[in-house]
């Protein structure tokens, strides 16, 4: 192949090429900030399921009782739930602005917070100490 038979335009369709990769919408410094501050609010979650989980037990403990295979398994998803959303929120936003990151981080906050409340109202009507 010879200079002849290449196209003319394919000398320039490798640099826009590289002009139109996918680049961070956000600087680093700023994306590293926004998940920090998020990140102290998702680990404040943790801590409370940690927390509940630890605290139950010893509170059953004390009373002669344990906590059900349901309460655990309630107390251990309350655990990972903070986690699992604040990755997907990363993930999902890692690519966008901040506004959006910002946004997502906010709404997967948000979404922990219900359904903790919602597991932890779930664990007392399910019974998750085992009276029996």
């Given amino acids: 192949m010879n200079e002849a038979s290449v196209p003319a335009d394919a000398g320039t369709a ?5 002009a139109g990769a996918p680049r961070s919408a956000t600087p680093l410094w700023l994306a590293v900030t926004v998940a920090v501050l998020f990140g102290v609010l998702y ?3 943790v801590w409370e399921a940690v927390g509940n989980l ?3 037990n010893l ?5 002669g009782i344990a906590i059900s295979g349901v309460g655990l398994t309630l107390l251990i998803v309350a655990l990972v739930l ?14 966008r602005g901040p506004l959006p990151q910002i946004l997502l981080f906010l709404a997967g906050y948000a979404a922990v917070q219900a359904i903790t409340f919602g597991l932890t109202a779930l664990f007392f009507q399910l019974g998750g100490l085992d009276l029996g």
């Fill in 14 to 18: 490798a640099s826009a090429d590289d």
């Fill in 59 to 63: 509170q059953a403990a004390s009373l």
């Fill in 82 to 95: 903070p986690f699992l959303v604040f990755g997907v929120a990363f993930w999902l936003g890692h690519r």
């Fill in 54 to 56: 630890v605290g139950l």
């Fill in 43 to 45: 680990a404040y979650d």
